[in-house]
């Protein structure tokens, strides 16, 4: 009889490392993301990768961290046309949402080599053009500084026990990328409706206004963010791998470099001006909009679509007609754009700032021994989960 | 005129209940006759009208190209669209008096009215003049050869006076007093007489004053001294907004006498009828259900709306509903996409706007068991997708669809096509599903799903076509001539979306068959159950049964050298009592 709980404890560890064995608690109509295989999904894994995701300690000067420019009040962007570096070099582009990026087929605006969470994260950390969180050549300092962390010393080991030196950065980037996969969005108001079949969690103008998007007369907005993502570049386990495509929507006549989109990376004219579809999850939220902030607002960025030829560009994308909306149908469609928000990803405390005093007491969890400290994250875990849900998870 | 009545009614019927389905409406089956408030048809079952108006008939204008074409406002194409479409059973058609003068007139008109009848529509004539004060013994006058000419017509209703207007009136006499009522049956009565008087016996409509109050006042005083008279309204949604204003206009009435309203619209190029509706989209669409719910209630009939583009389709060719989803501007002009129809057929279909809405290949509500039908709305598919072979896939681009039967029991569909977004779904109904209603669900690889309510039945005879069950027939045209050798061609040629019959060659000395691919066929009970007509024209059938294509029959015609050199004519099938859509064929010389 004494076995028996034994047993059980090993067996408890060993699905704590199986990836199958990570809850995404995912609602009807989201798939299970797809995960590297040298990066399974580990409840340890997404806290380690939460608390580094907002440490300041991974950028050279101890002022940024990754949630610097994707910040959680802000859907996990900046709310900035385009974001600027721990050294205060300007970036071209807007910082684009983490919401979902669990589902991203290709990361970033525009570079279809780019597929994994974990190679894009360590991007910003080590980029030199331009200077992002610039740890590149601070890599030995900077893991002295998470040595030197009690949090981390409970969690790096627990979260790559595998591994004999689990302070590196590549495990910080595949720490990074587990949180970052984690950071999911399926309780908009039109989520509940769309699939929770709650038929009054939007309103009769956001009906029409779904309508509108997913007809082709009208918007015909699908065909480049459809989908439950809203995003043609999207993936998922077990999904056939794709082409990512990349759409000119023809904001500009010339695109000034450095910001020609796909050309950037293929060098290829037919390239010019063509960046990916980004997801319309929290849209209302994530303003400004288009690759480099250009536009400030969701009525703004249809006027664009209706000026039609107003610039031309040879590369647009022919999906991208003029959108002839009446001022119903444009009242309509951003009822429903509005409608795809998610406001509890503002506050899920499962993706805020653990080294806020008021969030919790890590600091405290770390330095009680090890056993105590799995006990209290495990207490805030199952805390976490018993929040509210408005839909339940399928798989 | 712009009605919509009684907002507290919003809340009672906010929208149609596929699970109360309304089911097809009853195809008029006259001589009808009046037994106190209700309209009986020839087997005694009590019949509610209801249709729409057709624009006015004007001899000149249907014999010019316009209305000649397939798609003409009083082709068949059209009303066959009223009917399997729209579910309706009736149809007002107007008419100009002054052009009645002679029996050519009346012969151009019962080819319209012959052709109405044939595709189960009640027609009810309603003549006027451009002008206000026709003297009341001209429309006597014209009573006297309409109804003479239209007096074996069982599937006729005579609109007596449409909108008689106060303005008739001596000066000071208040039309809804005792006086005003008098001189109303005074106009009226003449109009009676002169009908009954050419031995027509069809039920006579006789429509309130046109001034909003309807037949408030009328009291024992209106009834006319006749046993087939149905009452005539006419509500505006500016006068009659209250229960209380409904049962004073016309709510007593209802319950003593069969009432029938007309001619009301939303009117939004009218910035006076336009500025009474909310500014609301859902609001006006729940108000006039509403209102479309309590005529139902008080077992009113009704036509509304005008088949013409901008009332209730957007254009004569697809046919589709006029909508309020994209907003109107009072008063600004025609709009052909705002209006009604997409409410009303939804109404009449019992569908919800923004669901699925399902059709057979005829374009109408029941849909034969094994044969193809295509859905409409929500798809929102993966990608679009079109299945491949002829075993066709139980899912398709993420979609699954179910049907469950009349006996509850679900069974899958096979799927052709899927689109991404909101699109089309066409799949094939289970051959060994149960008759009668019948709930098709679409279910999505995201677990979200929509579902309608349909009706399945043996026999629903429908002509593929390649475009929304209209135009040029598909199929092929063979000809074998005596020395054994063939000559096969195709029946319909398409550029995009412009399809045209391509003309079947009657060489002398061959014999032509058209073999056509149909649907809904399969299940008759023998080739003399099915009657095909080409051009009115009754043609043989040779063999009839299931097509190669899932979901799909094929049909065989003898072309009789009879119909050589007709042109471009109607195909029209009877299948076990239940008409096909409406399709062209092109016969060569």
């Not at chain 1, 400030?296 to 040879?314: D, F, I, N, W």
């Not at chain 2, 799909?552 to 859509?581: C, F, K, W, Y």
Request: charged share 20%; proline share 7%; aromatic share 8%.
């Amino acid at each position: 009889m004494r076995g028996v709980p034994v047993a059980l404890l090993m067996a408890a560890l060993l699905l704590g490392s199986d990836p199958e064995a990570y809850d995404w608690r995912l609602p009807r109509g989201f798939p299970k993301p797809r995960m590297p295989a040298n990066n399974p999904m580990s409840e340890v894994k997404v806290q380690l990768g939460r608390y580094l995701f907002y440490d300041q300690r991974l950028s050279v000067n101890r002022t940024q961290s990754c949630a610097s420019c994707h910040q959680q009040e802000r859907e996990f962007a900046d709310g900035r046309a385009t974001s600027s570096g721990a050294t205060g070099e300007p970036h071209p582009r807007s910082a684009m949402s983490l919401v979902n990026v669990a589902y991203a087929a290709a990361l970033t605006w525009a570079d279809p080599t780019l597929r994994s969470l974990e190679e894009q994260a360590v991007v910003p950390m080590f980029s030199n053009h331009p200077v992002e969180l610039g740890l590149s050549g601070h890599e030995r300092s900077t893991l002295d500084a998470l040595r030197a962390e009690p949090v981390y010393r409970d969690l790096f080991p627990r979260a790559f026990g595998e591994s004999q030196n689990p302070f590196t950065m590549v495990n910080a980037a595949r720490a990074l990328a587990a949180f970052e996969r984690s950071i999911i969005s399926e309780r908009s108001p039109y989520d509940r409706y769309h699939t929770g079949g709650e038929e009054d969690a939007i309103c009769e103008s956001a009906k029409r206004g779904e309508a509108v998007f997913f007809t082709d007369q009208v918007a015909g907005c699908f065909r480049c963010h459809g989908g439950f993502n809203f995003s043609d570049a999207v993936t998922y386990k077990g999904k056939e791998a794709d082409r990512v495509r990349f759409h000119n929507t023809a904001l500009y006549q010339e695109y000034p470099p450095p910001n020609r989109g796909l050309f950037e990376r293929t060098g290829r004219w037919s390239d010019i001006g063509k960046f990916k579809a980004p997801s319309l999850c929290n849209i209302a939220l994530t303003a400004p909009y288009m690759h480099d902030g250009s536009i400030a607002t969701l009525e703004e960025v249809l006027k664009h679509y209706a000026a039609g030829r107003a610039h031309q560009h040879p590369n647009k994308d022919p999906r991208i007609h003029k959108l002839e909306l009446s001022p119903q149908n444009r009242a309509d469609l951003l009822a429903f754009l509005r409608a795809l928000t998610d406001k509890e990803v503002l506050h899920d405390p499962r993706f805020a700032n653990p080294w806020e005093p008021q969030r919790t007491s890590v600091r405290a969890v770390a330095s009680r021994r090890p056993g105590r400290g799995e006990g209290q994250l495990a207490k805030r875990l199952a805390a976490d989960r018993s929040r509210p849900r408005h839909l339940i998870a399928a798989n | 005129m712009a009605w919509v009545m009684c907002t507290l009614l919003v809340a009672r019927n906010g929208g149609a209940n596929p699970l109360n389905p309304r089911g097809l409406t009853a195809a008029p089956n006259g001589p009808f006759r009046v037994d106190h408030n209700q309209i009986l048809d020839s087997t005694g079952k009590p019949f509610l009208m209801r249709g729409t108006e057709l624009i006015d008939f004007h001899p000149q204008i249907d014999e010019n190209a316009r209305a000649g074409q397939a798609f003409g406002p009083h082709s068949a194409t059209s009303l066959s669209a009223l009917r399997l479409r729209y579910n309706m059973n009736t149809v007002r058609l107007p008419l100009d008096m002054s052009e009645a003068r002679d029996m050519a007139y009346f012969t151009k008109l019962a080819k319209v009215v012959r052709g109405a009848n044939q595709l189960e529509l009640l027609v009810i004539l309603a003549p006027r003049v451009p002008s206000a004060g026709t003297p009341p013994f001209t429309r006597a006058e014209f009573w006297s050869r309409c109804a003479a000419a239209f007096r074996d017509y069982p599937n006729v209703i005579f609109d007596a006076f449409p909108d008689p207007s106060p303005t008739m009136l001596p000066a000071g006499i208040d039309a809804h007093s005792a006086d005003g009522w008098n001189t109303w049956r005074s106009v009226m009565m003449p109009l009676v007489q002169a009908i009954r008087a050419t031995g027509a016996k069809q039920p006579i409509i006789l429509a309130s004053w046109n001034d909003g109050r309807m037949f408030e006042g009328a009291g024992d005083a209106l009834l006319i001294d006749d046993r087939n008279i149905i009452y005539g309204i006419s509500p505006h949604y500016a006068t009659t907004r209250t229960d209380a204003a409904r049962e004073t206009c016309f709510g007593w009435l209802a319950r003593r006498a069969p009432v029938a309203a007309n001619g009301w619209d939303l009117e939004l190029e009218n910035p006076a009828a336009c500025a009474a509706i909310p500014s609301d989209p859902a609001a006006v669409s729940d108000m006039i259900r509403a209102n479309l719910q309590d005529l139902d209630d008080r077992r009113i009939s009704w036509t509304i709306s005008v088949l013409e583009p901008g009332k209730l389709v957007k254009e004569l060719y697809f046919f589709h509903g006029t909508m309020l989803d994209s907003g109107w501007t009072c008063g600004s002009g025609p709009d052909l996409r705002a209006g009604l129809g997409r409410l009303i057929e939804g109404y009449l279909r019992s569908t919800e706007d923004r669901s699925l809405f399902v059709v057979g290949a005829a374009g109408g509500l029941d849909i034969p068991r094994g044969g193809f039908a295509n859905g409409y709305g929500p798809v929102m598919a993966e990608r679009d997708v079109r299945a491949r072979g002829r075993r066709l896939p139980l899912s398709l681009g993420g979609i699954t669809v179910q049907v469950t039967d009349s006996a509850g029991i679900s069974r899958p569909a096979r799927i052709f096509w899927v689109s991404e977004g909101w699109g089309q779904v066409d799949f094939v109904i289970p051959e060994e599903s149960a008759v009668g209603r019948a709930r098709v669900t679409l279910l999505r690889h995201d677990a979200s799903r929509s579902s309608t309510v349909i009706t399945i039945a043996d026999t629903a005879p429908g002509f593929r076509t390649l475009i929304s069950c209209a135009g040029p027939a598909v199929g092929t045209a063979t000809q074998v001539f005596a020395d054994g050798h063939t000559f096969t061609r195709q029946l319909a040629q398409c550029k995009g979306l412009d399809c045209r019959a391509v003309e079947v060659p009657m060489s002398k000395g061959a014999r032509t068959e058209a073999r056509l691919l149909v649907s809904g066929f399969r299940h008759a009970g023998s080739a003399r159950d099915i009657q095909v007509t080409i051009g009115g024209r009754r043609v043989p059938v040779l063999s009839y049964g299931p097509d190669a294509d899932p979901g799909m029959d094929q049909l065989t015609i003898a072309i009789p050298p009879s119909l050589r050199g007709l042109g471009e004519a109607d195909l029209i099938a009877h299948v076990s009592g239940r008409v096909s859509n409406v399709v062209r064929i092109r016969i060569g010389g």
